[in-house]
């Protein structure tokens, strides 16, 4: 398995050959964007302190609440920017990656060429190439942020207490356990899947590209029969897949994410017990809740 993570990363760097500064430029922004986002916390916690401490006064409090908002704007600039970045970066490769497919189809032998059926070709140069598109545009970008994030708020929860550090993590195991099901549900699913939409798309594209000579000959009855069993198929298949793994899926899902579920009694029991004070037991919560999306993000 880490030998196939290994080589599809390889093949997906191989990919961004002559856009890798643009790449490593996204990633850069998109992990000091997502670092800015800790900072109204940090802010909002120095205000609890203020309030505890009783020292609060208008200057204080206007000055906190300016930091915030100007690391607020600054975070959003800068995932504007990683994002701009990584979307023009992906769809230069995507436009090289699918003139290259073109010129390999045209030079290659005849025979070769209709080996393969015209959904098998459309599901190359399109529906494969597009799906290029999430990982460089968004997965290695926006994922470097999200898994910088949880690593940088979970050290920041050791440095308050240990137990608050596991704490957050108790839901993990429970969620890769629920993973593993639903992979080992879904068996020859994934295989399954790809014969099914390839035929499918086979059948839509004939049916298309045939519609006159169809019609000309009377036969529209039989081939829309052909057309609608297809994705009638389809759908059958994709909806009983989806069904026989949505509770472990969702339960996955659920889980990864929820760290307050661990975070928030600990803090609590700490703090009642005068371990932490009331300020850092709220900063361990909002710590919690900062990681609540970006875990979601990455799972999915």
Do not use: Q
């Not at 401490?53 to 409090?61: K, L, P, Q, R």
């Not at 990864?256 to 609590?268: D, E, K, M």
């Not at 703090?271 to 009331?278: E, L, M, R, S």
């Amino acid at each position: 398995m880490e030998a196939k993570k290994k080589s599809w990363l390889g093949a997906l760097f191989a990919y961004a050959e002559g856009e890798k500064s643009r790449l490593v430029l996204s990633v850069v922004l998109s992990v000091l964007s997502v670092m800015l986002g800790l900072v109204p916390f940090y802010c909002m916690y120095r205000l609890i302190c203020l309030f505890v401490a009783g020292t609060a006064s208008a200057s204080g409090i206007l000055m906190w609440c300016l930091w915030a908002l100007a690391a607020y704007a600054v975070k959003i600039l800068l995932f504007t920017l990683s994002t701009g970045t990584s979307h023009a970066m992906a769809y230069t490769i995507l436009e090289g990656l699918r003139l290259r497919l073109a010129d390999r189809f045209l030079h290659a032998p005849l025979g070769n060429v209709e080996n393969h059926t015209i959904g098998e070709i459309k599901n190359m140069m399109v529906d494969k190439v597009e799906n290029l598109e999430p990982p460089l545009a968004h997965m290695i970008p926006e994922g470097a942020g999200h898994v910088v994030l949880p690593i940088v708020s979970i050290i920041a929860l050791a440095c308050i207490d240990w137990r608050l550090a596991l704490a957050s993590l108790v839901t993990f195991p429970l969620s890769i356990i629920c993973m593993g099901l639903t992979f080992k549900i879904s068996g020859k699913n994934f295989e399954k899947y790809d014969h099914s939409a390839n035929y499918m798309n086979s059948t839509i594209v004939e049916y298309i590209e045939g519609i006159e000579v169809i019609k000309a000959f009377g036969r529209a009855g039989v081939s829309y029969e052909k057309y609608a069993a297809a994705i009638n198929d389809f759908r059958v298949f994709v909806v009983k897949w989806l069904s026989s793994t949505f509770a472990t899926m969702k339960l996955s899902f659920a889980l990864f994410p929820s760290t307050l579920i661990g975070t928030l009694p600990v803090a609590l029991a700490l703090a009642d017990k005068g371990t932490i004070a009331a300020p850092e037991a709220a900063l361990a919560v909002m710590l919690s809740i900062s990681m609540v999306g970006f875990l979601a993000k990455l799972e999915v």
